[in-house]
Every structure is written in structure tokens, then in C-alpha cells.
């Protein structure tokens, strides 16, 4: 197989955090979630950029999962991040999280399910020639060029290591049986 200069691998990575961005988007549009739906998003509270309670970042100093359902306020979407506020013990608490932050995206009411790779940031490998930029905003006239740049190769991409994932663990009903429709990249590989 031949090595691939294309580097899909990030394309998708961008493009799933995307459905995180959109989904986010419908749920401001729609002023509130629609149905029964409701976003479980994990990410990682030392990201550059992640804004946390000082006290929530001591208590999950890796990675923290939120709960998006029934009560948040001040839900927005920008290009490369979002912004909320949740109660945590009954005292509402300011965060602002960046996508390439985010590890996992699930909405348990659909059984939707993403799992994210690392971001490239915080691979010691990719730091030495740069960081990934972030999405462009659909907005913008220079993104097809930004997006072209963001994609450019780094040693992480080369890595036959890393692999991109939509995966992520599904819930299991009492037979056993997934119940989660996981978005899997290896599906669309050629083997």
C-alpha cells in the first residue's frame, strides 16, 4: 500500500469534530435539544485554550465529562470552540472548550458515538513543526487555503501508529447486543 500524502486520517478527524460543532449549532438554533436527545462530551481539561473552574480542573485533571440535557445556559458555537455554563454542585461554573479538546462526543437517545484521537498538539512528535490549526469558520473566504494548510504533513500523520477512529464504546442492552450506531473509519478503508 502506498503511503498516504493525502492525509485522510486528519481530514476526518477535522470533519467529525464538525458534527460535534453542527450539532451543537442546531441545539442554539432550535433553542434547546430536540426530542429526547442529549450530548454526553468528554475533553481534556489541560488542552491549551479549555477554560475550567480551577477546582473542577484539580478534580479531573485529564479529562472531564459534561452532560448536556436539561440544564445549561449561555450555549455557543464559534468555529473552533464552544462555551457553556453548567451547575457542578449547584454553582454554575463558565467553560469554554476548544473541538480538538474534545475526546468523545455521545448522544445515548440515538446511540451516536464518537471517540477522537489524541490531537496532534499533544503529541511531542507534531509539536517540533507545528500545531494543527483550527477548523476554519464555514464563513470564511480564505478556507479552502486554511483548510490546505491545517492539513499539511507532521510526523504524527505519517505515523502508521496512529490511527483515526470514530469509535467508541457501545452501550450494551442486557443480551449483549449494541445499541450505539458507532461511526468506525476502519468501514471505509480498503483492507
Known amino acids: 500500500m502506498s503511503q498516504d500524502l493525502m492525509n485522510y486520517d486528519q481530514m476526518t478527524q477535522l470533519a467529525l469534530r464538525g458534527v460535534v460543532r453542527d450539532a451543537i449549532r442546531r441545539v442554539i438554533r432550535e433553542d434547546g435539544l430536540p426530542g429526547a436527545h442529549h450530548f454526553y462530551i468528554t475533553?481534556?481539561?489541560r488542552y491549551p485554550?479549555?477554560?475550567?473552574?480551577?477546582?473542577?480542573?484539580?478534580?479531573?485533571?485529564?479529562?472531564?465529562?459534561?452532560?448536556?440535557?436539561?440544564?445549561?445556559?449561555?450555549?455557543?458555537a464559534?468555529?473552533?470552540?464552544?462555551?457553556?455554563?453548567?451547575?457542578?454542585?449547584?454553582?454554575?461554573?463558565?467553560?469554554?472548550?476548544?473541538?480538538?479538546?474534545?475526546?468523545?462526543?455521545?448522544d445515548p437517545s440515538?446511540?451516536?458515538?464518537?471517540?477522537?484521537?489524541?490531537?496532534v498538539e499533544l503529541d511531542?512528535?507534531?509539536n517540533a513543526v507545528g500545531k494543527l490549526r483550527p477548523v476554519p469558520n464555514e464563513s470564511d473566504t480564505d478556507a479552502p487555503a486554511k483548510l490546505e494548510e491545517t492539513l499539511?504533513?507532521?510526523?504524527?500523520a505519517k505515523s502508521k501508529?496512529?490511527?483515526?477512529?470514530?469509535?467508541?464504546?457501545?452501550?450494551?442492552d442486557k443480551?449483549?447486543?449494541?445499541?450505539?450506531?458507532?461511526?468506525?473509519?476502519?468501514?471505509?478503508?480498503?483492507?
Open 124 to 126: 511531542p512528535a507534531a
Open 43 to 45: 475533553f481534556l481539561t
Open 175 to 191: 443480551d449483549g447486543e449494541d445499541e450505539a450506531n458507532v461511526v468506525s473509519l476502519d468501514a471505509f478503508r480498503k483492507k
Open 152 to 156: 499539511k504533513e507532521t510526523p504524527a
Open 78 to 106: 464559534y468555529a473552533d470552540e464552544f462555551e457553556v455554563t453548567l451547575k457542578f454542585g449547584g454553582i454554575p461554573k463558565y467553560l469554554k472548550v476548544p473541538y480538538h479538546a474534545i475526546s468523545r462526543f455521545h
Open 110 to 119: 440515538v446511540g451516536f458515538a464518537l471517540q477522537f484521537d489524541p490531537p
Open 49 to 76: 485554550g479549555v477554560e475550567i473552574d480551577d477546582g473542577l480542573a484539580s478534580k479531573y485533571p485529564e479529562e472531564i465529562t459534561i452532560v448536556l440535557e436539561h440544564q445549561f445556559w449561555d450555549l455557543n
Open 161 to 172: 501508529s496512529k490511527k483515526a477512529s470514530g469509535k467508541a464504546d457501545a452501550d450494551k
